[in-house]
Structure formats: C-alpha cells, structure tokens
C-alpha cells in the first residue's frame, strides 16, 4: 500500500533514532515509540536472531501503513568484533605489572595467559603497542612478540573474564570490515527492505567500497566512524557513504576522552559539508536503562549534539532493555524541541552553514533557503526521485519545514533521518504546472500551508531524471 496522507507530524527538525530489542519488540511498544517520537528504528545485529528482527520490520511496517507516515529502519551489522577466548575458572583477575601472554592456543586461560584467536592482531601489533580489554576497562602493553604470541605487561588490571573485546587502537588490523555473519546479515536485511545498513568498525574507504558492492543502491550505507584510524581517512570514507554515524561507544574507548568531543564536533562538520545525514549515538541518555530521568549532564549531551547539526540523536539500551523506553524517547523530543526555540541555536545554524558547491542543484538549494526566508514561506517543497534535492535543501538548514515528495516508499523512508524534512509519497509529476499544484494542495492537507501563505517549489527539470535539480519557484496557495 502506498504511503500517504500524514497523521503523525514533527515539529522539530533533529530525528530520533530508537533501538529495538527485548524491552521493545512487541506491536504496542513500537507504535508507542513511534508515536512519542521515534523517527527510524535500530536493529542491532549484535543481538537477536533473523526471526527477532524480521519480527520487528514487519510489526515497523504495519506502523507505517496504519498512519500512513514514512518509518526509516536501520540494520547495524557486528563487523570483526575481536575477542579474546574462555578462562578456566569464567574469569581470571590481572595485576598491574604482571605478565600475560595472548596466544593463538584455544586452550581455556588461566591468570597467566589467554587465547586470542586472531593471529592478525599478533601479526600486526608492535612492541610498544597498546591493547584495550573489555572497552578499555584494562590494558596491555606489547614487550615481545613471537610468531603465535604476544607477551604484554599489564599497565590497567582488573577483572578479565570470557569473550570480552579487544581494541588496537594503534595499529590499522588487515582485516575485512564485513565478516561472514555480516554479509549474512545484510543479505537478509536487503531481502527485508531496511533503509539504511550501518557498517561497524571501519578503517578504511576499502570497507565502504567492499561493502557498496553487496548493497548496490537498495539501500543507503550508513558508516559508522568507531576507530581513530577511520578518522584519517575521514573524507574519503564520507564521499564513498550516504550517512555517517558517531559511534561514540568504541571510539571513546580507542581515543583517550578528551579527545571524543573533538571528534564529535569534527565528524557532524565534515558530514554537514558533504551534505549527508549523521547520527550522533552511544549513551545519550544512558541513565535512563535503569531509571526514570536523565542526569542533567546527559540532557547537555543531547542539546550539544543539537547545537552542533546533527541530523538525528540515539538511544541505543535505552530502548532496546531498558526499564523506561517511552520516557527516553519522550525527554530526548522534549530536549530537541526545547533547543530548536532557543535563538541561540538558530545563531549557531546560520554561522555553521557551509557555503554551497558550484552546482547548479547547490545554488538553487540555498536560494531556495533565502528565498523562503524572505518572503515568510511556510514551507520549502522539493520533489525528489533520489533523495538528492531533499538532501540539499537541508544541507542548508532552513528556518522553514521541508516537505519532500518523492513517488518512492523506499526514498521516502531513507528521508526520515533527514534534518527537517517531512516525506511523503506523491505520484510522480510530469510538469512544473502540475508540480506547483500537487505543492499546494499537500502543503495544506499536510498543516503546513493555509490560505494566503507562500510555498517555495523545488525541483527538476526534466522531470523524473534523477540529479536534475534546477528550478525553483514561489507560489501563493489559494
């Protein structure tokens, strides 16, 4: 059934991320999240069985059908998370200062040794090079290595138990960014029509490219930037995606803490330069898994994130299982409503606009911004069969809401993530005559145009050519 009419209208611009998992599976706790203001929905292939998540589209879809409102569906995949292997006893507890080999043996470890059944790390580490256990909780110096081991001097102890991660944060592993359960994964998420699929732990452009060539154009790659090397090849990995996540989790354990602000700050810039959505993510409201109000420092997170443009904000346990879902979403709507009021965010807007490309399809999106400024539009309308003119519009970042119309489900769902824009699926125009029309009427049926207001019209021509941004035009609806 093809989308439609809209029951369901934001009044910010900022999108919410939620993430499903056992606390959030069921139809009413979906629609509920939704209808407190989830925008797009996270699958976390981490976790959960293809039957869980196929479970979950299915119940997104029905949603989406019942209200008659586009709902993006994100499908993260695990990428090569590294372990290292079993203990003996569960768990063996490290001294600072102690010896403690890693070696390729998948004999169960004991307080001298472990397995860690990854012969690229020992392959690539280096003496002197620093290993990060269970998200940097301890840490390991590399003093020798041999062709199976590495002998490391333990600088952080603590409690080490079964399976917990390892993080190099030094060294660029020779290892694929998609493993064989991820290609597994995105398959099945492809064959599931998601949205977005999220790429984890990529270092280089090559990943994103490796991964293009499994999902084509049947969904947008969402890149998630999670290892400092990611972040030297930061514009070449975001010219090969379509929208970058800060996955502030791993990356806030490979760089040291002062450092991850920065990064943040760098990320959302880059990404709002080149136009594509990002996503800021990782313990926003992480107080919430087990309580029913945020600290204030975490709602100050959640309003920089804001500040800085991000397209959308994150919970991740927070919905997935944590005890108070509905209120995480609520108080993350009411911090990006309450942010989006303030004139010192629309300041911080207008000085972080970047200054457009020379394009054709670039200028008219930013006269499109001014000119709906000037005359008080209501709305700015682009008609989009890629996404690409909705995509410019809110690279500029306009005082006015965009209404996008685009005759594809699939496009219209991708857009949910966009800053400001309000999707909908519309039958293809033909004409800039027809266009004008199908602006007005939608505009108004939508809430957003009455009587008397104008309505700034973007588009292509001719029509249905993708890429082909280059008319704009004001109308006065009747």
Known sequence: MPLHSSEVRRHRRTKIVATLGPASTTREVIARLFLTGADVFRLNFSHGTHEDHAGRITRIRELERRFGRPIGILADVQGPKLRVGRFGGGRVQLQTGQRFELDLNPTPGDATRASLPHPEIIAAAEVGATLLLDDGKLRLRVLRKRAEALETEVTVGGVLSDHKGVNVPDVVLPIPALTAKDREDIAFALEHGVDY???????????????????????????????????????????????????????????????????????????????????????????????????????????????????????????????????????????????????????????????????????????????AHTVGASVICTFTASGSTALRVARERPEAPIMSLTPLDGIARRLALVWGVHAIVSPETHSMGESIERASNVASNEGFASSGSEVVVIAGIPFGRPGTTNALQVVRVR
């Open 197 to 371: 699929i999220g790429l984890s732990f990529v270092q280089r452009p090559e990943d994103v490219a490796e991964a293009r060539e499994l999902v084509g154009d049947r969904a947008w790659i969402m890149t998630k930037l999670e290892k400092p090397q990611a972040l030297e090849n930061l514009d070449e990995i975001i010219a090969l995606s379509d929208a970058l996540m800060v996955a502030r989790g791993d990356l806030g354990v490979e760089l040291p803490p002062e450092e991850v602000p920065l990064a943040q700050k760098r990320i959302v810039r880059a990404a709002r330069q080149s136009g594509k959505p990002v996503v800021v993510a990782t313990q926003m409201l992480e107080s919430m898994i087990s309580a029913p109000a945020p600290t204030r420092a975490e709602a100050s997170d959640v309003a920089t994130a804001v500040f800085d443009g991000a397209d959308a904000v994150m919970l991740s346990a927070e919905t997935a299982v944590g005890q108070f879902p509905y209120e995480a979403v609520s108080i993350m709507d009411r911090i990006v409503s309450r942010v989006e009021k303030d004139p010192g965010w629309r300041s911080m807007v207008e000085a972080a606009r970047p200054a457009p490309e020379r394009s054709v399809a670039d200028a008219i999106a930013a006269a499109g911004r001014q000119v």
